[in-house]
């Protein structure tokens, strides 16, 4: 892996096409930000678009490509969002159709490619301020909730937020804060802290998504809106044909971490 | 104007819906926020959304009606968008059909309406820590340049990006880039600060829109991109129909400026 953690994005991408790279991409492009792939038709991209305005904390858009378009011009120029990512999900009427290494086959020309911000880019800079993160530390994936907090309603896509919760001792707080108030692109500031209750999880050791994570004592539990969210909302909808890429096998760009702080 | 100034956006709403207010609302409802208003057929409701994800800065949209809602729901409840402006503008095929004191006649039930952020709120905020703004003093309209930045295309919008200028001395530069940085949805940090010509403005005495103001020696002129970028954009384009507010005849929120702030 060393080797993948010094690789420049395109050449990543370009492994990842070629099918060199097969891994999910967890450290890859030390610095550079990945996203969160969702690809719709486009009958289904304007409600998409609005729920993300409605919803910018639990859906941060960091680019949309043009319709039939495979290339995310801006973040990352050059790439092919049909091959460039290591592993695919399918889902077919909301419902998981398979996992594929490129989608091209799948691949039409209504498709619009949603870029969605993802926690490692703030989780980056809470590290490099010496805060520990939890399920990093665990070498576990972290833990993700559903809440009671509804998402503002857009169109036809509607339904309940997912959160990522992160303990972290009092004294780490305000900083964590700051941190992340500096990141709207990938979720932004936490939305809750301490009871989980009152956010309507009801046990916070069984998460709904991924592992749980050890809270020791003097630490308060933190979450954040999680990019789980949109595609939970997208397959509500069941709509003929949505992908996205496989749970931590993300879409690299060619943007530093650091060019999204607001600050 | 003093008792507007002290009214509750919900009471100034209703005295403008019943002609009893029709002057600019500029001062009204101190401390909350005014938006600019731009209202389109949905049929160009996704590009326009599409166009302000990929420039934020130039249109950070504050929210989105539903298509044939008259209510900006979140940010004004029990708002009519039809009849809350003192004067609205309406362009047909991109060229201006008149004036109205609202628009009652005009309205289809295929409207899209879109609330803008303004200025007026990161203004405040600057006049808040004893920032001059130097238009505000002088009794004018901000000044306004066209530059040769181009917006990122979006579908059928594309153009170059307004900006407004205000005249600031070294040592507030810093202080009014924090502040206007906390307010991304009000167009956020400036764009540019010193040489005019560095963003393609040719005499700075002589603005496209709005008045000119004195730049004293020793002060830069900073700049910030300008909610006439999306109205011009969309002008372009010829559509059918479009309408917005007047100039200085904003939508008026329930919303403190202060609750824009990220941080």
């Known amino acids: 892996m060393e080797n993948f953690r010094n690789l420049n994005p395109s ?7 070629e099918g060199k790279i097969k891994s999910n991409t967890a450290g890859m492009c030390h610095g550079y930000v990945q996203g969160n792939l969702v690809i719709l038709p486009k009958e289904h991209a304007y409600d998409f678009l609005l729920f993300a305005q409605r919803n910018p904390k639990q859906c941060p858009i ?25 592993k695919y999900r399918v889902y077919k009427n909301g419902e998981l159709h398979g996992e594929f290494d ?51 309603k857009a169109g036809i896509f509607e339904g309940p937020t997912v959160v990522s919760m992160r303990p972290l001792p009092y004294a780490d707080v305000v900083r964590a804060v700051q941190i992340t108030s500096r990141y709207p692109g990938v979720h932004g500031a936490p939305i809750h802290m301490g ?16 592992d749980s994570v050890e ?49």
Chains 1, 2 share one sequence.
């Open 11 to 17: 050449q990543a991408r370009q492994m990842i096409r």
């Open 62 to 86: 960091l680019e949309v490509s043009d319709m039939g378009s495979r290339e995310f011009m801006k973040m990352a120029p050059g790439s092919d969002v049909s091959t460039d990512i290591p």
């Open 102 to 152: 490129d989608i091209k086959s799948f691949w039409r020309d209504d498709f619009v490619s949603f870029l969605i911000g993802c926690s490692f880019t703030f989780e980056s800079a809470m590290l490099d301020e010496g805060i520990e993160v939890r399920h990093i530390s665990e070498g576990k994936n972290v833990p993700m909730y559903i809440t009671d907090i509804q998402c503002e």
């Open 195 to 210: 009871d989980p209750l009152e956010i309507g999880i009801g046990d916070i050791n069984n998460p709904d998504f991924g």
């Open 215 to 263: 809270i020791k004592d003097g630490e308060v539990p933190v979450f954040w809106a999680c990019g789980v969210t949109p595609q939970a909302v997208a397959m509500n909808v069941k709509p003929e044909i949505m992908i996205t890429h496989a749970p931590g096998y993300m879409f690299i760009t060619d943007v530093k971490n650091q060019k999204l702080s607001l600050l």
